[in-house]
Each structure stands twice: as structure tokens, then as C-alpha cells.
């Protein structure tokens, strides 16, 4: 099954946006959906129905490996999205994230069951989610901007507190994710999306990068090179996602160092070009700018339509598989849901 799923999609033309959520909140009662293993996993189920897929795409929840490692030290679901290390915590803190036999909070178990469920219930292919090692690192940090960037200058663990706390934390979230992502496929998942937005030329300079520095490498590839061999191990697909701005190189190095089977990027990358970067084994997909599609001032019907046509036509010609897609999870706005899903409908038809 590795890769050619993927690709056999690809031919044939399938799009579809990374929209659970959209179908999630089509329900009254989404809140406790979410909480449910068998009612999320019969949503995925519902969702990719909606899109005409034959994979169950997840909700793009990337609080929940955050809330697992937070709660080894203490902090509730609730707390967990606020709360940062300030020192870095003892190397037995590594032990203890990475346990097997570790409970998860209720909500990483939710989704979880929502996997078995499709698993056990569906012909659907189950699709798991994660955030990546190096977006979770810079959640446990109050400001990770200033020591990868010391580290980016030459300073080591050794020399800078800052810099030994983001490489401390980058092992936490490495081992958060890795329990995470193998309880998931123990759960029935087939492929697993792992999400890096941070790993972006916000948080890793150009200027740094251009003259040699190597926090890329060694604070991106490294870790998530670590995470597929586990997939590949495993037979699992990986769907790498990363929707920040990034240099050329990081694109040519998430499409021919991780290879995944498909590389999906946000609005600000020029697909048509990223094409020439990528093996040909490697399905792109994206990349609208759904962000915007709440907004008819910023986005309009037309112009959903004349973009999705101009990306179809442009991504034909370079003959690169490609399937069309959202640049990120498409949210659900209360006072604007119906203007989003008339944008997505109109990305599945034109």
C-alpha cells in the first residue's frame, strides 16, 4: 500500500480540503462528537463521503500532543495550551512522556477509538494526525524565536540556557509524538499526517540558513527523518504538511530527504514551480487559500474559481501528480459557514 494510494488518487483526479471540521460542526452537538471514539470516527466517515474520497481525513487538532506531554507535569487539557517550560526539565522527563502504558488524556483517546472505529466499520482508509517535533517544541516555549536563533549563531546547550532548553524540549516533542503517532497506527491508521507549520523563515532565519547554519537540519529533518523511518518500518503512508513560508530548499529537502507520499504547502507557495523540487513519487497537494474563504471582500466566489482552475491547469502541464486541495484545515466560522462551503463546493466542481 505505501505510496501508491496516493498516487493512484492523484490520476484519478480526486480533491478534496482538509474539511472535517466543516462536517463536524454540520452537527449540534461537535463538542461532544470530539469526546466520542465511535461518533468522530462515523464524522470521518461522513466527511470524506462529503468529498468523495476513499480516506477518512482527520481533524487537524494539533493540541493533543502538547496536552499528552503536559500531563506529566501536572497541567490539564484546559491549561495545556497556555503553559510553557522555563528551564529545561530533567533528562528523566523523556522516560516518563514516552511511557507506552501512560494514559492519554480523554481527548487523545477520542481520537484514537475514532481510528479503530474506521478501521473495524469502514473501507475507508484511516488517516491519523500529529503535530511535528519542531512546531510542538516551539509551543513548550514562551519565546523559541531568540535561542534558535543563538543556536543559529554558533551558541550550544552548553554555552546557553535557551539553546539547551529548545534542544531538551525538541527530545520531549520528538517522544510525544513518536507515542503518539504509534498508538494511532496500533489504532488502525494507514497513513499519518504530520504537521510542521514553525518550521518556517520565521522561526529559522534565511539569513542564518544561507551561511551555514544548521538548526534546519538538525531541529527539523533530524527528528522528523527519525519519525518516517518509523512509518516506513511500519508500512504507513506520510502525509507531511507545512503551511508557513519557506525557502526553496526546505521544499526540495521535506519532498527528497523526508519523501513523503504526499507533500502538502500553504497559499504562499507557487505549486507549478515547488514541481521541479520534487520526485515525481511525491503527490502535491493544495494549496487555495482557504484561509480567506470566510471573507467574500478578500475572497470571492468568482475568484475560487478562476484560482482552482488556473492551479488545475498549470499543475497539468507540468505533469507533476497533484491533488487540489486546502492550503491548511478549513475551520468552521459560525458567521460565515455558509460563504466557506460554498468556496469549498466550488473548489470540488470547477
Given at each position: 500500500m505505501p505510496r501508491q494510494f496516493w498516487l493512484d488518487l492523484a490520476r484519478a483526479g480526486a480533491r478534496f480540503p482538509i474539511g472535517t471540521d466543516l462536517v463536524l460542526h454540520d452537527h449540534d452537538n461537535a463538542e461532544t462528537i470530539r469526546m466520542s471514539g465511535a461518533a468522530l470516527g462515523q464524522v470521518l466517515a461522513e466527511a470524506a463521503r462529503r468529498w468523495r474520497i476513499p480516506?477518512?481525513?482527520?481533524?487537524?487538532?494539533?493540541?493533543?500532543?502538547?496536552?499528552?506531554?503536559?500531563?506529566?507535569?501536572?497541567?490539564?487539557?484546559?491549561?495545556?495550551?497556555?503553559?510553557?517550560?522555563?528551564?529545561?526539565?530533567?533528562?528523566?522527563?523523556?522516560?516518563?512522556?514516552?511511557?507506552?502504558?501512560?494514559?492519554?488524556?480523554?481527548?487523545?483517546?477520542?481520537?484514537?477509538?475514532?481510528?479503530?472505529?474506521?478501521a473495524t466499520n469502514t473501507d475507508l482508509l484511516p488517516v491519523g494526525m500529529s503535530i511535528g517535533p519542531f512546531s510542538l517544541m516551539t509551543k513548550l516555549l514562551a519565546d523559541p524565536i531568540t535561542p534558535v536563533a543563538m543556536s543559529g549563531s554558533g551558541s550550544t546547550a552548553n554555552e546557553d540556557p535557551g539553546v539547551a532548553l529548545v534542544e531538551r524540549c525538541l527530545e520531549l516533542a520528538e517522544a510525544a509524538i513518536h507515542r503518539s503517532i504509534r498508538t494511532q497506527v496500533s489504532a488502525g491508521a494507514r497513513a499519518i499526517m504530520i504537521c510542521e507549520p514553525a518550521a518556517n523563515t520565521t522561526y529559522l532565519s534565511p539569513r542564518q540558513l544561507r551561511k551555514g547554519a544548521a538548526t534546519f537540519h538538525r531541529y527539523v529533518l533530524e527528528p522528523n527523518l527519525r519519525l518516517k523511518a518509523f512509518l516506513d518500518d511500519s508500512g504507513i503512508d506520510l502525509i507531511f504538511h507545512d503551511c508557513g513560508e519557506l525557502l526553496a530548499g526546505m521544499v526540495e529537502a521535506f519532498a527528497r530527504r523526508i519523501h513523503p507520499a504526499v507533500l502538502s504547502l500553504g497559499s504562499s507557495r507557487n505549486l507549478w514551480e515547488d514541481a521541479a523540487l520534487v520526485p515525481e513519487d511525491v503527490v502535491l497537494y493544495g494549496n487555495l487559500p482557504t484561509k480567506t474563504f470566510y471573507s467574500d471582500d478578500a475572497m470571492p466566489l468568482a475568484r475560487v474559481e478562476e484560482i482552482s482552475r488556473d492551479l488545475l491547469a498549470r499543475m497539468r502541464a507540468t505533469g507533476h501528480l497533484h491533488i487540489l486541495g486546502s492550503e491548511c484545515d478549513v475551520l468552521h466560522v459560525p458567521d460565515a459557514a455558509a460563504t466557506i462551503r460554498r468556496k469549498v463546493d466550488a473548489m470540488l466542481s470547477v
Open positions: 480516506a477518512a481525513m482527520p481533524l487537524m487538532d494539533l493540541r493533543l500532543e502538547k496536552a499528552d506531554l503536559a500531563s506529566i507535569f501536572g497541567v490539564n487539557f484546559e491549561r495545556a495550551e497556555s503553559w510553557h517550560l522555563d528551564a529545561a526539565p530533567e533528562p528523566s522527563a523523556i522516560a516518563r512522556v514516552a511511557d507506552p502504558i501512560r494514559s492519554f488524556p480523554a481527548e487523545n483517546r477520542a481520537q484514537q477509538h475514532s481510528l479503530r472505529w474506521l
